[in-house]
Each structure stands twice: as C-alpha cells, then as structure tokens.
C-alpha cells in the first residue's frame, strides 16, 4: 500500500536543454528496504537522486516521501531525509568536530548527539584532527556522520563506495546493513554490481535516463542475465 512506502516517484522527468537526463522513472521504496540504483557515469543516477533530495526540480512528474510532497511539506520531508552527496566539500581547516558542530546547529541538535554519532562512525579518536589531514575513507565517514546525525528514517548516499580502498568499502557496507536493521531505510547509486549483489533487496539499473530493469537481484539474473545487461546495453 501506499503508506507502507517511504518513497514514491512517479513518471518524473528532467531535461537540460533537449538532452533528457531523466526519462519517465517510476518505483517505489517500501519502509526497511535497501534499494539501489545501479548504472554508469551519466546514466542519470545523480539527477534522479537530486530530485528525490528537492535540490533539482523535476520537469514532469510527482514525488511522495512519506506520503508528502515537497510543496505540501518541505520541512517534514528534510527531517526524514539524511544525504551523503557524492563529493563532500568540507572546509579543511576545521576538525571533524567543528564540521559536525555545524551541521547539528543546523539541525537544532546538541553536541551530545555530535559526539555520539563521531563515535558510531569511529572517528571520535580523531575529530580534533582538522579535516584537511584525513584520508578519502575518513571524509567519507564524516560525511556519514552529518548525513545521520538527525537520525533520518531513509538514508540517501550518491556512489558511496566510489574511491574506497577495500576495507572501505567493506566498513561502509556494514555500515549500511546495521542502519537498514535498526530500522532505516536505503536509497544508495552504483556503477558497482559487486557493492550490491550482497546489500541491495531490490535494484534499479538506469541506462542513459531510463530504467531498463528493476526488481531483486535473483529476479534481474533469471530475467535478464544481469550481468550481461550491464556489460552490453549500459
Ligand atoms: P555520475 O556517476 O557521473 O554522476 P550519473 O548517473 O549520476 O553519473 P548524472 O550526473 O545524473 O549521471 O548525469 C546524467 C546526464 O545529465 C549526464 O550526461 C550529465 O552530463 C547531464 N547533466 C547533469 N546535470 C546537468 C546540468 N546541470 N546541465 C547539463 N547537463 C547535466
């Protein structure tokens, strides 16, 4: 049913000039789900994603979070949303705990909850640290820690596992597991079958603005061979 969904798009289109960068995409994410949007660089994931996030507003078409629109509720919807875009730009002379000092006073929250949360993504060691000294994995958990600081019922992450070393990847999939059970809803993109062949309940694959195929990833194997899909049509 409908209320049993965290997120619904419909029909929704977006075109930068005559190039159509998103065309006609429809699906819907239950609550507790881990859904993932599978597809190369162009494909058209980002846009999408900004426009499930309010930042880019679609051309046609409607989008449901929490069984409210932006129009009729943008301050509810920003509560429920966390984002991890896929590039951070944090200012390097700031320590993580300044960074996420920042972020909670936006959010009206305290430095308890900052502390907490540096602590569920291991960086409470090092949040005097400023964020000009930490690694690519480092930045990629402190861009965790504001995307939940708020505890957000659907989590949203653009290419997380894109420029992390093995364990990287590795931690941030447990990650996401531990926050899917504990009761949090997952949107993330991928160019990677490997990074969702383990995590994702159900799969989108976009190629160039469209979505070819969806569904879990044994449905995608026996009905589309998906390895193949990806390596020929994307
Ligand atoms: P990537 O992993 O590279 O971000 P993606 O699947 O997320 O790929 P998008 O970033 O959504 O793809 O881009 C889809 C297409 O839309 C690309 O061809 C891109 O060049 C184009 N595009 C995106 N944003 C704009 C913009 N603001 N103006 C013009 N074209 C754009």
Same mark, same amino acid.
């Given at each position: 049913?409908? #209320?049993?969904?965290?997120?619904?798009?419909?029909?929704?289109?977006?075109?930068?000039?005559?190039?159509?960068? %998103?065309n006609g995409i429809s699906f819907q994410i239950p609550r507790g789900e881990i859904f993932t949007l599978l597809g190369h660089n162009g494909a058209g994931k980002s846009t999408l994603i900004k426009m499930i996030l309010g930042l880019v507003s679609p051309d046609a078409g409607e989008l449901v979070i929490d069984g409210c629109t932006y129009e009729q509720n943008l301050l509810k919807i920003k509560r429920k949303v966390g984002y991890l875009p896929e590039r951070m730009n944090f200012y390097d002379n700031l320590t993580a705990w300044e960074t996420l000092q920042f972020y909670a006073?936006?959010?009206?929250?305290?430095? #308890?909850?900052?502390e907490e949360v540096l602590e569920e993504v291991g960086l409470k060691e090092a949040m005097h640290k400023r %964020?000009?000294?930490?690694?690519?994995?480092?930045?990629?958990?402190?861009?965790?820690?504001?995307?939940?600081?708020?505890r957000p019922q659907l989590l949203i992450l653009d290419e997380p596992t894109t420029g992390l070393d093995p364990s990287g990847v590795?931690?941030?999939?447990?990650?996401i597991r531990d926050w899917n059970r504990s009761g949090t809803t997952v949107l993330f993109s991928s160019h990677n079958l490997d990074d969702v062949e383990e995590l994702a309940h159900r799969v989108a694959i976009l190629c160039r603005g469209q979505m070819?195929?969806?569904?879990?990833?044994?449905?995608?194997?026996?009905?589309?061979?998906?390895?193949v899909t990806l390596q020929v049509e994307l």
């Open positions: 049913s409908t #209320e049993n969904n965290i997120l619904e798009v419909r029909s929704i289109n977006k075109s930068y000039g005559n190039f159509s960068a %998103v006073q936006i959010k009206g929250l305290g430095k #308890e909850r900052c %964020v000009g000294t930490y690694s690519k994995g480092m930045q990629q958990r402190l861009g965790l820690a504001q995307a939940i600081i708020h590795w931690w941030l999939k447990k990650m070819v195929a969806a569904g879990t990833i044994r449905q995608l194997q026996d009905q589309y061979h998906l390895k």
